[in-house]
């Protein structure tokens, strides 16, 4: 089975700040990909990055940076230099290899304010 | 541009009746889903299709049902037997080989 845990429900921070959304991931695979999503208030999810589990290098863009770590199951993404535009769900998802279908986290609320 | 249109953006549906939710792809992507997403919650698989002609139910196929006869369509009906089908609905798309899943903007969908 697969699973993947966002325990933070909402995190509120001001402008500029930096801010870290956990995701916890379990499979059985060995191969599997790791996703991040975001979803503004209009409700469209944006594609923000994929990860294969072989590669465990940190992925920075732009203010945006992932941290993958296998030996925790966790898949890390930190905005530096919060903006209000950074306002929104944003969510984790989890593919193995067996798999056809993405699984979701129940994701994560970001408010960012002036 | 190439994208993922869903239509309508709000839809309201009376008691007993069924409704369909239109998606559509010129992205030429194989595979295609439908996602339930509630207020507070993450997003549940419906159906999805990964080829023509062939589709496969999600988590929570009950009171639904799909249709894939073209590549490029994969619309959703909500039928009476869906006794709570209030939520907010998204299609997405994808190319074979656990590549990201691209989202259209989503159908709101109430009852009257």
């Known amino acids: 089975a697969q699973k993947v845990t966002q325990a933070q429900t909402e995190i509120s921070v001001v402008e500029k700040e930096d801010v870290t959304l956990d995701c916890v991931y379990e499979?059985?695979?060995?191969?599997?990909?790791l996703f991040w999503y975001k979803q503004p208030p209009s409700g469209e999810l944006v594609f923000l990055i994929r990860r294969n589990s072989f590669d465990e290098q940190n992925e920075i863009s732009g203010r945006y940076s992932w941290n993958f770590q296998k030996s925790t199951s966790s898949f890390n993404f930190t905005i530096t230099a919060s903006q209000v535009v950074d306002s929104a769900v944003y969510f984790c998802?989890?593919?193995?290899?067996?798999?056809?279908?993405?699984?979701f986290g129940k994701g994560t609320m970001l408010l960012v304010s002036p | 541009d190439g994208g993922i249109t869903q239509s309508p953006k709000y839809l309201f549906r009376k008691e007993g009746q069924n409704v369909t939710l239109s998606c559509e792809q010129n992205?030429?992507?194989?595979?295609m889903y439908w996602y339930r997403q509630d207020p507070g919650q993450g997003l549940r698989l419906i159906y999805y299709?990964?080829?023509?002609?062939?589709?496969q139910k999600g988590d929570i196929a009950e009171g639904y049902s799909v249709s894939r006869e073209k590549k490029e369509s994969f619309p959703l009906t909500v039928t009476s037997a869906q006794k709570n089908p209030t939520a907010f609905y998204l299609c997405?798309?994808?190319?074979?080989?656990?590549?990201?899943?691209?989202f259209g903007d989503g159908t709101r969908l109430s009852i009257l």
């Open positions: 499979t059985r695979d060995t191969t599997y990909y």
């Open positions: 992205l030429n992507h194989d595979a």
């Open positions: 299709s990964q080829i023509v002609n062939d589709f």
């Open positions: 998802a989890l593919i193995g290899s067996g798999y056809s279908t993405l699984t």
């Open positions: 997405a798309s994808s190319n074979r080989g656990h590549q990201p899943q691209h």
